[in-house]
């Protein structure tokens, strides 16, 4: 376990701290209240960050992150801002994460990687509830997002899929981030998705 946190460049943790699925199917650190069995990683208990650290990042392919309903609860300070609750990175594939409740963080789920699925989580006070960086082919689904800054932020991404989403209270409902002169998100597919309460705008 050492060598591959080493590998990875994971400092050793303390509670409170960032949780990694890493690639060998094993948690770190092993005290998490995540349930590992196969591809599917089950939280069973309220899962608490403190100071400044992301919550869960996976450098998993084919992970299935299941909050069985139980909730991820950021920092909440002005230093958290570029925090993530969940980050899915660049380099991992075919990530599915469902069913978690995710408070206080900068961005409730940062995707920089594709072809993944995010289902029936309730993202509530971040500052943006989703973050899709340079990615395609990625479902956002069935998602209740509320009280965030902006709902979903997209940076060079597309070919996405957002449905059936419920979002509320929000600023700015969905944000389209140019990173580079003349790169645009294109071909994002949004349909059914229900806005309350929220400037409804994209752009």
């Not at 946190?5 to 409170?16: F, M, T």
């Not at 069973?44 to 299941?66: C, E, F």
């Not at 973050?131 to 997209?154: C, H, M, P, Q, S």
Request: charged letters at 15%; glycine letters at 10%; a negative charge.
């Amino acid at each position: 376990m050492d060598v591959v946190r080493s590998e990875l460049g994971i400092a050793k943790g303390d509670q409170g701290q960032t949780i990694y699925i890493l690639p060998d199917g094993k948690v770190y650190p092993s005290s998490a209240p995540i349930q590992a069995n196969g591809d599917i990683f089950t939280l069973v208990a309220n899962i608490t960050i403190t100071l400044y650290y992301d919550g869960i990042v996976i450098y998993r392919d084919d992970t299935v992150l299941d909050g069985a309903g139980n909730a991820l609860i950021g920092p909440n300070i002005p230093e958290s801002d570029t925090t993530a609750g969940v980050t899915g990175l660049e380099s991992v594939r075919n990530v599915t994460i469902q069913n978690l409740v995710i408070e206080y963080f900068g961005y409730g789920i940062r995707l920089d990687s594709s072809g993944n699925s995010i289902c029936c989580n309730h993202l509530n006070k971040n500052t943006i509830g989703f973050r899709l960086a340079g990615v395609t082919n990625n479902k956002i689904e069935r998602n209740t997002i509320e009280d965030n800054n902006i709902g979903i932020g997209f940076y060079d991404s597309s070919n996405n899929t957002i449905h059936e989403n419920y979002l509320s209270n929000i600023y700015f409902d969905v944000e389209l981030w140019r990173v580079y002169e003349g790169i645009r998100s294109l071909n994002n597919s949004f349909f059914r998705n229900n806005f309350v309460g929220s400037n409804v705008s994209i752009g």
